[in-house]
């Protein structure tokens, strides 16, 4: 299904596989990304063949702010949660490129695990988006995203200097 659709999965999923020695970050939640083009192909196979219920269906940019964001499902079974985020984009992983972190910029494919930034990631730094502060589009929901990864012990600067060199 990733590969044929071209869907990819981000967030703290992929950070469990990534850093897979830390015991600070466990697989609770999937943010899967997907092209509108796919979009119910997707949704009926988490649902039919996974058993996820639908939740809440959110329209374009209320949880996260970003405007390559068409659609967010919040599907759920039992503790496990999937986010199924759906782009008007060619490619999937347009959104991941507008994250606010780049502790966020990691994503798998049906083949391979990309990390855009992989010394700062694996040394859990993470460097604040600057689009979010030159155009003052910081908010509560960016505030809060950035504490989850406070919370599994991700050091936040909005400064690159103060990170290190980056490979």
Same mark, same amino acid.
């Given at each position: 299904?990733?590969? !044929? +659709?071209?869907?990819?999965? #981000?967030?703290?999923?992929?950070?469990?596989?990534?850093?897979?020695?830390?015991?600070? *970050?466990? %697989?609770?939640?999937?943010?899967?990304?997907?092209?509108?083009?796919?979009?119910?192909?997707?949704?009926?196979?988490?649902?039919?063949?996974?058993?996820?219920?639908?939740?809440?269906?959110?329209?374009? !940019? +209320?949880?996260?702010?970003? #405007?390559?964001?068409?659609?967010?499902?919040?599907?759920?079974?039992?503790?496990?949660? *999937?986010? %199924?985020?759906?782009?008007?984009?060619?490619?999937?992983?347009v959104p991941i490129l507008q994250f606010y972190s780049t502790a966020v910029m990691n994503y798998m494919m049906a083949h391979t695990?990309?990390?855009?930034?992989?010394?700062?990631?694996?040394?859990?730094?993470?460097?604040?988006?600057?689009?979010?502060?030159?155009?003052?589009?910081?908010?509560?929901?960016?505030?809060?995203?950035?504490?989850?990864?406070?919370?599994?012990?991700?050091?936040?600067?909005?400064?690159?200097?103060?990170?290190?060199?980056?490979?």
């Amino acid at each position: 299904l990733l590969e !044929r +659709t071209g869907t990819v999965i #981000s967030g703290l999923s992929t950070l469990h596989l990534f850093q897979a020695e830390s015991a600070a *970050i466990r %697989l609770q939640d999937m943010d899967i990304y997907a092209t509108h083009e796919f979009e119910a192909e997707i949704l009926s196979h988490l649902k039919e063949k996974e058993g996820y219920k639908e939740g809440q269906k959110t329209e374009r !940019r +209320t949880e996260y702010d970003t #405007s390559m964001i068409k659609r967010i499902y919040k599907l759920e079974k039992g503790k496990e949660k *999937i986010d %199924l985020i759906i782009t008007e984009w060619v490619s999937a992983i347009v959104p991941i490129l507008q994250f606010y972190s780049t502790a966020v910029m990691n994503y798998m494919m049906a083949h391979t695990f990309i990390s855009l930034y992989p010394k700062w990631t694996k040394d859990m730094k993470s460097l604040v988006n600057p689009q979010m502060y030159l155009h003052d589009s910081t908010n509560i929901q960016m505030v809060t995203a950035l504490m989850k990864y406070i919370r599994h012990a991700f050091c936040i600067n909005a400064e690159p200097f103060n990170l290190g060199m980056h490979d």
